[in-house]
């Protein structure tokens, strides 16, 4: 935005941008901030403005969680996330996990899906989320064929998340990443066509959990796209780039708040056809804050929060209209929260879910779409964890880079070492 279309940046208190805001006919509560879109859009599909569940409440937190770890390692970079996702393939695994691994799940989750009723819940929950016109929420296990699941996990599977294992041949490695491509495909209405590249399994997997959400919904007011206008978007980098401006005059939910080190921010809500589900938009009011200030307080209490303080007043919102896809692997993440012993095959528990093989996580993958434009939002993710095993082999192959040790035995001594990265030429 150019200065002239700016002016609630020549104000620094609150009382002076809320005098503004009354008075202005550019965007309200848009200004720039760290990510290279106009305000934070931190999307959130809410079924009421009801408080939210026990169990979603800890599934939302969960969420948030990694979500605040993964924008710790992109500051300056859009990023769009399914909390949802993550929760529910997370909890999947939970199902199958035992001894150490349960409990580090339990505890980095914040809920367990072995205590009474827990199981019932995440059914009614599921149920509830995908009732919603416009939502679709699909849960997959795709499983080697080789493997014998146990019954327990199976019937858990079945009563929980709606979902049966459906075998596969993993040695055929492309022919699996076609199948549940094509999976994610069917579930996100075409939105997500390639969820995994070539090469994401190998003849080592043994099981991959899915979860796949598609989400289409129209504003409850549309933005007129007459009013659409090109304007500059000043970049968390310092660089300012044409965006097109969506322009509402309308009532809207808004409030101002505080964080415990003192920065002022604000929360706006556009709600969707139904108002059942309704976008949050949530924006620092100077631009030089860091949205890392707001991400390390998020929580489905500070949600709560926001919510209840909320007030109906008129404004002319104005916001980009913008597409985003990303694609993240969410381990790192994960091992930052305290995951890491199920990525490892020595320590990693999954025996509830089969006594064949010792299982453990390999990856855990996920890709969002987010398309915002005048009439609505639509939305897709698709979110994996991989698992793998490594059986005793007939046959040693070095046919990648290995490191070599000539050793004395009887002393120790090591004459000569070296690694091998490629042929000689």
């Known amino acids: 935005m150019g200065a002239g279309n700016v002016p609630v940046q020549a104000h620094s208190t609150k009382r002076e941008m ?23 859009t931190f999307l959130l599909l809410v079924l009421s403005r009801g408080a939210l569940g026990s169990l979603q409440a800890k599934q939302t937190d969960f969420g948030l969680k990694v979500f605040s770890q993964l924008v710790a390692d992109v500051v300056d970079t859009n990023l769009a996330f399914s909390p949802y996702g993550i929760a529910n393939i997370m909890a999947m695994a939970q199902l199958g996990s035992n001894g150490s691994t349960q409990w580090a799940l339990t505890a980095a989750m914040g809920f367990s899906m072995q205590e009474r009723g827990m199981l019932r819940q995440q ?55 076609s199948i549940i491509n094509a999976w994610v495909s069917d579930h996100t209405a075409g ?17 991959v959990f899915l979860n796949a959400l598609h989400f289409q919904r129209l504003w409850k007011v549309p933005f007129d796209p007459k009013l659409t206008q090109e304007r500059m978007f000043h970049c968390a980098n310092g660089t300012i780039v044409p965006v097109h401006m969506m322009r509402l005059t309308n009532h809207f939910s808004y409030a101002e708040f505080v964080t415990a080190d003192g920065v002022d921010y604000y929360v706006i809500e556009v709600p969707y056809e139904g108002s059942s589900l309704s976008m949050l938009l949530v924006s620092p009011f100077e631009p030089e804050i860091p949205l890392s200030a707001l991400n390390a307080d998020l929580s489905s209490q500070k949600i709560q929060h926001w919510r209840s303080e909320l007030r109906n007043v ?5 916001m980009p209209r913008f597409s985003l896809n990303s694609e993240v692997n969410l381990k790192s993440a994960l091992l930052k929260i305290g995951l890491g012993g199920m990525f490892n095959l020595a320590s990693a528990d999954f025996t509830w879910i089969t006594s064949d093989e010792r299982l453990c996580v390999s990856k855990v993958l996920q890709r969002v779409k987010i398309e915002v434009d005048e009439r609505g939002t639509k939305g897709a993710s698709a979110t994996a964890a991989v698992m793998f095993s490594r059986m005793a082999v007939q046959e040693i192959t070095l046919d990648r880079p290995f490191l070599f040790l000539i050793q004395h035995k009887h002393t120790g001594a090591v004459f000569f070492m070296g690694q091998f990265s490629h042929p000689p030429q």
Request: hydrophobic share 35%.
């Open 314 to 318: 008129r404004r002319e919102l104005a």
């Open 191 to 207: 939105a997500i066509p390639e969820f995994l590249a070539a090469g994401s399994l190998d003849y080592e997997t043994r099981l």
């Open 123 to 177: 059914r009614l929950l599921q149920h509830n989320l995908a009732s919603e016109d416009g939502v679709e929420i699909a849960s997959g296990v795709m499983v080697e064929r080789k493997i014998s699941l146990k019954k327990r996990f199976r019937r858990a599977l079945a009563k929980t998340f709606q979902t049966h294992p459906h075998q596969m041949d993993f040695t055929k490695p492309e022919q699996a990443v």
């Open 18 to 40: 809320h005098s503004v805001l009354q008075q202005q006919q550019g965007p309200p509560c848009l200004k720039p901030s760290q990510s290279m879109i106009c305000v934070y």
